[in-house]
Structures are given as C-alpha cells and as structure tokens.
C-alpha cells in the first residue's frame, strides 16, 4: 500500500517513509491510497480478542511490508503492556446505551498516549533498520510535551528537545515532563511564553541546513501513524458494543480533528458508525461549520479544556478530501482560500451529506462546569473539562435512543484538578503510578528567547552525528 498527499504534488510514499515524513513536501497530509475493507466476517472476528490482538488486525494493512508482522505485533504488545488496565481502552456505562470510552491509561493519563507510545516504539524501529537517528523538537503549552516525551524516553536512535514557557505550565503538567531523566530527553524552560516557543520550532523547522544537519524530526498529530493508532479503538469499542450486528455512535471532544477523524477511518474501513458527534469549547470553529456549512477562524480564547483551544483543525483537510472525491486540486483551492481570507465554505447539498453522518456541538466552561457536577451525582463519575464536553455533546445531538453512543474520556480527571474540584468539591487524586510526582527530581535547563541560543543548545545535546 502506499500513500499519497491530499494536495496532490508530493511524490507516492511507502508507509515507513510516511511515519518519519510527517507532513507532505507539499503541505498536504498523506492517506492510504486504497483504504482497508473488514467485512462482518472480519469484524465478528474481533469479538473476544485482547486489545493488542484487534491493534494488530486493524493496523497490519497500513502497513503493508514495512515492518514485518511478528516485529510488529511485539512492537504492539510492548507498548500497551505499560498500560494501568488489562482492557487498555476499557468502556463504562453511564446509562441506557450511554457509554464512556476511557482513554486515560497510558503514561501521561490523556489519549494522546494510544498513539504516542506506538510511534515512539515505529520511530525507533523504522530507523535502527535504517541506520539513522532523529532529533524530535517541539514547544508546548503543558499539555502535548509530556506525551511526546514518554514516546521518545529511552529509545536509541531518538532525542528530544521540548520548550515550554517558564512558570507558565501547571506544575503537573511541568513534573509531567521535567521529571523524565532519560539521556535523550531535554526540557527546556524559555523565558518567554507559548508562541515565542512556537516560533522558534517553527524556526529551526524553516532552517533548512539546521534542519538537515541535525534530521529535526516532529511527531504532531498531523503524523498519519498516530491517526492509525486511533483507528483501533474505534473498532475496539464497536466489536465489544455489537457490531457489526448493530451500529455505534461516538462522541469526541474536538480540537485537531485527529480523534474524530480516525473515527471517521474506521467507518470507511467497514465499522457501522451510525453518528460522530463533535464537541467544542468556546473555540467552536467545527460546531459552527457543522451547522452552518462555513469554516472561519475566529481568536482562540482560553477555557476550562485547553487541548481545544484551537482554531484551525490541521486534520480536517484529511476529511475535506474525502468529501472532494479525492481531488486533491480543490483540496488545494480550499486551504488556499482559508490561508488567504480566513475562511471557506461548502454548499447546502454537501452540508447535507456532512450532517448526515457529523454533528457539532458547544459548551462554554459554565456548562461544562455544570455537565461534570450533573455526572457526579448522577453516576459517580468524575470526568475532566474534555470529557464532559464528549458526554454532554452525544446527549444533545444524539438522533436515535436504540443506538449505543459512546463519548471518548481522552484525559484523567486528575489531570485538570482544579477544574473537577471547582464544579464538584473534590479533588481527583493522581492514580497510584503517578502518586509520587511530586517528590521526583526535575531536570530542566532554562535559556532566554532567543533563537540562536536554543540552536546552539540543540546542536550540543543531539547525538545525530555520533
Ligand atoms: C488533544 C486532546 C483533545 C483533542 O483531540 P484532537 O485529536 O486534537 O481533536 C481532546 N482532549 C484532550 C484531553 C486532548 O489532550
């Protein structure tokens, strides 16, 4: 199988070459050129089967040769073996075909893990087979820095350098990160705030000898590997709630689009999805495109769930070429329309065919506050900002009672404690794995925004030419 670019100039590449490629040379975003088919048969066949077990039946297509199916299926079984429940990605019912898909068990306590783990572990292998390392840069904001660092720790022909605004992160969140000593993996505290980080990765990135020299690597969402790695949960959840006997409905708290979208890749692979519900914070950039068929950037502002405070979802433009037949040119047409005047729009027929099957759905932090106190005295539950988001979203919008509608739980409570004791009174403790936090050394350096400083520093740490 290989893959090709949703803007259509980039050349045909196979799937190893696609993992470490991240984004096209073109800009665009690679999708398989011929999507896999399970069949009833197929899906029946995943009832009973462990977690692991339906990862590698749903992932092996993709990957068509690059990794050998044994080398794989270990890869496979490793990564979720550190996982702190046997079903990985268990579901709990919060009523009559009112499920939550919990998707906070890895290493950093949010989704993001399903995917991370696994990459970290392909990185690895696909570059000891090709005899070359990587350096992985990136900047964020407390959330997304600690999953890409449980990736890459530990693994030889990767390093990783993670900026992060100094004194501007929670501190979980900057323990999280801080308190991963492993050789290959530096913290870097910037004097300066989230953008300024953005700027200078997104600087080293435009350096193009700097670039080269040290073989910058990225591993963001836009990475198709970890859209893959998401797709397994999808038919996890399904198999395990009827299918392929009934259909299934998902709801997603939203911010890239890379969640619901693999949602939206297991149904062209064969999962009966009845609905996929989209949730959004206050940046409700896809809630408002779902209803009104227009896609315009407004300013992100920030809320009680700031894994969503986006306001361009990079993975939309994977559906958008779906929904375009594949041509790529008007794909092109489109986001050039977006970078130019900020805003595109689809007709009335095809909102309907969106609709069809996509709905949007907003809440601000009053009633997101308001969603986590109702499921508490309503099940016990203690749910984070996102999660909420997810439940009250498929409650709202969902068409039909008979269907299961199951809402992705993509973050620990305990991961955004304050928010879950504002609305409930209680304080969500760390899970016992992770109860030492804050008694681990930290291990950081601290250097001013400036460019050529941080350069320098990455320069020094990389072991790409050793
Ligand atoms: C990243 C994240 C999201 C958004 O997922 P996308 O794939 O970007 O849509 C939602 N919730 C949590 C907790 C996240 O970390």
New binding site residues.
């Given amino acids: 199988m290989s893959y090709h670019s949703t803007r259509g100039q980039a050349p045909a590449l196979a799937f190893d070459d696609v993992l470490l490629a991240g984004l096209a040379r073109d800009g665009g975003l690679y999708l398989p050129e011929a999507w896999p088919r399970f069949s009833e048969a197929d899906l029946a066949g995943l009832a009973g089967l462990s977690y692991q077990q339906v990862a590698v039946r749903v992932m092996q297509p993709f990957l068509d040769g690059s990794i050998a199916e044994d080398d794989f299926a270990a890869l496979v079984a490793e990564t979720y073996a550190g996982f702190d429940h046997a079903a990985v990605a268990p579901l709990t019912q919060l009523g009559r075909n009112d499920w939550l898909l919990e998707l ?1 068990h890895g290493p950093t306590l ?3 893990d399903y995917a991370l783990q696994l990459l970290g572990r392909l990185f690895d292998h696909v570059l000891t087979k090709k005899g070359r390392r990587v350096t992985i840069v990136g900047a964020t904001s407390g ?2 820095g600690s ?1 890409a660092i449980e990736a890459c720790r530990d693994r030889a022909a990767v390093d990783i350098v993670i900026l992060h605004p100094k004194g501007r992160t929670s501190e979980v969140q900057r323990r999280q990160m801080t308190t991963v000593t492993s050789a290959n993996v530096r913290n870097i505290a910037i004097e300066g705030t989230f953008d300024d980080c953005q700027d200078m990765v997104k600087a080293m990135f435009n350096d193009q000898p700097f670039r080269d020299q040290l073989n910058l690597s990225a591993v963001n ?1 836009i990475n198709w590997a970890r859209i893959m790695a ?1 797709i397994v949960y999808y038919f996890a959840a399904g198999t395990a709630l009827g299918a392929p006997h009934r259909p299934i409905s998902f709801a ?11 949602a939206f890749a297991a149904r062209r692979m064969g999962l009966p999805i009845r609905q996929l519900v989209v949730g959004s914070n206050s940046n409700d950039i896809l809630t408002r495109f779902f209803e009104s068929g227009v896609m315009s950037k407004n300013k992100v502002v920030p809320t009680l ?1 700031p ?2 405070d ?1 306001q361009v ?1 990079s ?1 939309f433009e994977r559906y958008l070429f779906d929904l375009f037949g594949e041509d790529a040119a008007r794909v092109v047409d489109f986001m050039e329309r977006f970078r130019r005047d900020g805003r595109f729009e689809v007709g009335e027929t095809m909102l309907a065919n969106i609709n069809s099957l996509f709905q949007g759905y907003r809440l601000d932090d009053e009633a997101t506050s308001g969603v986590i106190r109702k499921l508490y005295e309503e099940t016990g539950e203690l749910l ?1 900002p ?2 909420a988001i ?1 439940v009250a979203a498929g409650r709202a919008r969902r068409r039909d009672a008979s269907t299961p509608m199951v809402a ?1 739980a ?2 620990h409570a305990a ?2 404690p304050d928010a879950v004791e504002a609305a409930t009174g209680i304080r969500p403790a760390l899970p016992s794995r992770l109860g030492d936090l804050f008694e681990r050394p930290e291990r950081y350096d601290v250097l001013p925004n400036d460019l050529e400083t941080v350069k320098d520093y990455v320069r020094q740490v990389a072991r790409v030419n050793a």
């Fill in positions: 906070f949010a989704f993001k959330d997304t999953a969402s998401q997603v708290p939203t911010g890239n689009f890379g969640n619901v979208y693999a769930s894994s969503m986006i979802s993975n984070d996102h999660t997810g992705l993509t973050a991961k955004f």
